[in-house]
């Protein structure tokens, strides 16, 4: 049976997605350097999951002189978003203040930090969001 797929990039394409949105538009020789660190793949591995991420709308590819080049279509904040939002509907009932607490209890923040989650606190509430 094959595997239901999904609206959230896999832990590959998300892997690739962030190269483009360091890098910018590049070919799928520099993905698999990039990526080589991590994760040892063949050209061709990562040549078939830029395929399966331009069906997904992941990714949209343009063909430059000899070779092909890609670039994200989905932005990183966008991603990390739908991405949050699932994980807060699924593990945490939908309540951000759960999976906030969560966060916090389970989390060694800086005073810095707390200091900037405050301040977004702060924001949000003048926002007219409570």
Do not use: C
């Amino acid at each position: 049976m094959a595997r239901k797929s999904s609206k959230h990039p896999t832990e590959l394409e998300l892997q690739i997605l962030q190269v483009l949105w360091r890098d910018g538009e590049s070919p799928g020789t520099a993905i698999r350097t990039a990526l080589e660190t991590d994760r040892p793949l063949t050209y061709q591995s990562v040549m078939t999951m830029l395929g399966i991420m331009e069906d997904k709308g992941f990714v949209k590819r343009r063909k430059l002189g000899g070779q092909f080049r890609y670039r994200a279509r989905v932005t990183e904040q966008a991603t990390a978003k739908r991405m949050l939002r699932d994980v807060v509907d699924r593990l945490f009932g939908g309540s951000a203040a759960v999976a906030m607490t969560n966060l916090l209890e389970t989390s060694d923040l800086t005073d810095e930090e707390l200091d900037q989650l405050r301040q977004q606190v702060m924001q949000s509430r003048k926002g007219g969001k409570s």
